[in-house]
């Protein structure tokens, strides 16, 4: 397949044509997935049910009574979303003897829908909130995630095996989750598109928490149509993402400070690509980034202390499911420390002896974080529908002994206030991807899709290595 058959909308139109059918297609990605994930460790188990979803997608197919548009295209699901037959580990040895005895209802819809759900995608354990020294990309179940790009370089994370597996081409489709960052970063490193949605637009249940506060699951592909597309069979409901017209729109243009130069001239070239198609970009700077006195942080913290344990002392099986549980598996298992630490993991007991998500100190760190975002994203979009910032600098060097190095993070603002966010690839420096992100209000998914449609076409192409 050349780069664009990689697309949702390539793959669906030839297995329309008759010139593929689901099995063929799903063959190619599990045989394209054997060749290389032994070198990219971004899928971390394979479906067994698979092939036998895409023959049933053919039979569907011949008897004309197909499921949507995107029925027997493949799709790869984060896993830390519960779907029978993969493990749905969070990257975890815990929960190895652990495998979902339900669907969640984002893969229900995704089945629903006619999708092949191929496999599990690697990620960040426990969606990188383990340790503040963490290794983006690793996990005790799947090891070290690797960019496509360049394989001494890392993913980001959480949404490090789903944005890899697009980059390399493994799947059309991926779904991804997101507390802050987890989808837009891994994507600009990637050079892959990643859609935030709206906090509660979709089911959280099923999916390993961090923070119901903040999580969210969004899908992940190689164009803005792909994206819109899965977005639509996630949310269950007609998704319009047609690109708008440019021609005097009002487009912020969000400049942190500090921008390393490559990211900085990336973002001229953005806004003078704006500017000669008719839009009126407005410079904005001096917003806050995040995260936000710490408050971001020590709200989570609260968060996870209380949900982690509940959710796994629902899900069937024999699994620790207490912190002093947890931190004892950890301790005596020879893979899960051998990396970094659980330094996370070690403040929850003492944040759930302090009262948890009902203490003052929690509501306090809450409305702060919660009041800092909500200002900094309104100074950022002033009267204008949109804005756009910079999504990453170029990826980091995997090294063990150094903590990620996240010189840009733009995601705080949509991620504390729930509101929708999508990274869409825009350039690159020295062969690395930089992403650019399109940033709305709470609700204004549709608008964010279709504006992000519209700068991809001003865009050049985005570069998969590995095809």
């Known amino acids: 397949m050349t780069p664009a058959e990689h697309t949702a909308a390539a793959v669906s139109a030839r297995l329309a044509s ?19 994930n032994p070198q990219l460790n971004a899928v971390i188990a394979l479906a067994p049910a698979a092939l036998a979803e895409a023959r049933a997608s053919d039979q569907r197919r011949a008897a004309g009574q197909l499921l949507g548009p995107l029925d027997g295209v493949p799709v790869l699901i984060k896993d830390n979303i519960e779907a029978v037959g993969l493990p749905g580990t969070a990257g975890s040895r815990v ?23 191929l496999g599990a995608s690697n990620l960040s354990e426990w969606a990188n909130f383990r340790s503040t020294a963490s290794t983006s990309g690793w996990s005790a179940v799947g090891g070290q995630t690797r960019n496509p ?16 597996a697009i980059a390399a081409g493994l799947a059309p489709l991926a779904i991804g989750t997101e507390t802050d960052g987890s989808i837009v970063s891994p994507a600009g490193v990637c050079g892959i598109v990643g859609f935030k949605p709206t906090l509660g637009r979709l089911p959280g249940a099923g999916i390993v928490p961090i923070s119901s506060r903040q999580d969210t699951a969004g899908p992940m592909a190689r164009t803005v149509a792909d994206a819109a597309a899965l977005f639509a069979v996630l949310t269950g409901e007609p998704v319009s993402a047609d690109p708008v017209s440019l021609a005097g729109r009002r487009v912020s243009v969000w400049r942190p400070d500090q921008l390393p130069a490559e990211v900085a001239a990336l973002l001229d070239a953005v806004q003078a690509l704006l500017a000669e198609a008719g839009a009126v970009p407005v410079p904005v700077s001096g917003a806050s980034s995040g995260p936000f006195d710490d408050a971001e942080f020590e709200a989570l913290l609260a968060e996870f202390a209380v949900e982690l344990p509940a959710y796994l002392a629902a899900r069937p099986g024999p699994h620790p499911h207490t ?9 005596a298992d020879e893979v899960e420390l051998s990396r970094f630490s659980d330094e996370i993991f070690q403040r929850c007991p003492d944040a759930l002896a302090a009262g948890g998500i009902e203490s ?8 702060s974080c919660d009041a800092g975002a909500a200002e900094a994203l309104a100074k950022v979009l002033g009267d204008c529908e949109v804005a756009i910032a910079p999504t990453n600098a170029p990826a980091w060097t995997i090294d063990y002994g150094t903590e990620d190095d996240y010189r840009v993070l733009t995601s705080s603002l949509c991620a504390v206030t729930g509101s929708p966010s999508v990274s869409l690839p825009a350039g690159s420096a020295s062969g690395l991807p930089l992403g650019i992100s399109v940033l709305g209000r709470r609700g204004q998914d549709e608008q964010v899709l279709a504006f992000a449609a519209a700068l991809e076409k001003l865009l050049p192409a985005p570069v998969f290595p590995l095809d």
């Open 360 to 367: 003052e100190a929690y509501r306090a760190a809450r409305a």
């Open 95 to 117: 929960l190895r003897d652990s495998p979902p005895v339900a669907d969640a209802p984002l893969v229900q819809r995704l089945r629903a829908a006619g999708l092949v759900v």
């Open 323 to 331: 912190w002093p549980e947890l931190l004892a598996f950890n301790r």
């Open 149 to 164: 790009h360049e394989p001494s370089r890392n993913t980001s994370g959480s949404s490090s095996g789903s944005a890899a």
């Open 18 to 36: 008759g010139e593929l059918t689901a099995v063929e297609l799903s063959q190619f990605y599990l045989d394209r997935i054997a060749k290389l």
